[in-house]
């Protein structure tokens, strides 16, 4: 019979069920030797030493405590860190790659869900339909002059990453004129995808929506400004799906609040927002809760990506979300 490599997850225990309802359980248990039957969610849990100590695999997702040098140390026999969500950055870093330890990430699989939910903001907001439902639910219906339509609308682009490429790709196919801005995009790439490559200002200049896809890294910090909102065409819509640190939210609210731009956020600077920010009451700023990546019944995409991945790793076969030391800088 077939060696399995020893493996243990390692993730909230109330979200691995759905991430790893039992078919796929069953497929990762056949694919490798779990040593708990329970996800661990503290790697100093005196009874995991032993395990720690002949693991070859770890599956980690969300709340995976952090891969600390310590805990590498209890662990001499890891090879693969299978991570069955999006960002790796909370739980691995350098002293990781250092061991020699392949990492994976499910990021590929939890951008669907993102991009479909920015395609439909998109769509929503040319539309003006969040004002307009306010409005219906008030009692008024909107006269001709009241509606508006999305063709010949032109969408920014922030962030040719994963998600933004994918955004993207479906903009062109949809007839929309795409701006991008992204320091890290080659001409070349960006003719490819349909998309004018412009700097921020002009992105932010020429846009009647701009969407934000970058991630959360020191140099995108407020990367969307009092100055780059007052850019913004007379109403443009902000639609950020990325992280809230790439706006000033109080220079978003302030230019919300004059009535001359609309904002669409799933994600906020605090997230949550405290009760009685500016931003909650506002009738043009249409808030959501994180809730555009990977939710309820779209979890298991992840474990299913995660799965196929540790089937891809135990055959000896390449690894379709592999993050390497050299991305993780630039990495959401
Ligand atoms: N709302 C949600 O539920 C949700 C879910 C998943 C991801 N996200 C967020 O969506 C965003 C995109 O995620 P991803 O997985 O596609 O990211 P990613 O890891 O692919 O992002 C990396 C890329 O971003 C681009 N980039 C880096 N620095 C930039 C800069 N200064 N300006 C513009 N572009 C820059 C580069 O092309 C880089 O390769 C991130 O902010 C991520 O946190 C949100």
């Not at 009874?47 to 952090?66: D, M, N, Y």
């Not at 860190?81 to 960002?87: L, M």
């Amino acid at each position: 019979m077939r060696q399995r490599r020893p493996g243990l997850m390692a993730m909230s225990r109330s979200v691995a069920p759905a991430v790893f309802p039992p078919d796929l359980l069953t497929r990762l248990a056949d694919a490798l030797e779990l040593l708990a039957p329970e996800a661990t969610e503290d790697f100093d849990d005196p009874a995991l030493r032993e395990r720690l100590a002949s693991v070859e695999v770890l599956v980690t997702g969300w709340s995976c405590p952090r891969l600390t040098a310590p805990v590498l140390d209890a662990a001499p026999r890891l090879r693969a860190v299978i991570h069955a969500a999006g960002s790796v950055k909370a739980h691995v870093g350098a002293e990781v790659f250092a061991r020699g330890v392949a990492v994976s990430s499910a990021a590929d699989a939890n951008a669907g869900p993102v991009v479909d939910y920015t395609l439909a903001v998109i769509t929503l907001a040319g539309k003006r339909a969040f004002g307009l439902a306010n409005a219906y639910a008030a009692g008024r219906f909107p006269r001709f002059a009241q509606r508006h339509g999305n063709d010949g609308r032109t969408v920014g682009v922030l962030g040719a990453s994963r998600i933004g490429r994918r955004v993207i790709a479906r903009l062109v196919a949809g007839g929309y004129r795409v701006l991008v801005s992204d320091p890290y995009l080659e001409s070349a790439h960006a003719a490819e995808l349909g998309a004018e490559q412009v700097d921020v200002d002009e992105l932010c200049r020429r846009c009647d929506v701009l969407t934000l896809h970058a991630p959360q890294l020191p140099e995108t910090h407020h990367l969307i400004d009092e100055r780059r909102l007052a850019l913004l065409p007379d109403g443009a819509v902000v639609v950020n799906t990325a992280r809230g640190s790439l706006v000033d939210s109080d220079a978003l609210a302030r230019a919300c609040a004059t009535g001359r731009i609309d904002a669409c956020l799933d994600v906020t600077d605090p997230e949550p927002l405290p009760v009685g920010h500016p931003l909650r009451a506002l009738p043009n700023v249409w808030i959501t809760p994180h809730v555009a990546g990977a939710q309820g019944s779209e979890v298991r995409r992840l474990g299913e990506f995660a799965v196929a991945e540790v089937e891809r790793f135990v055959a000896g076969q390449r690894l379709l979300g592999a993050v390497h030391i050299d991305q993780l800088q630039l990495l959401a």
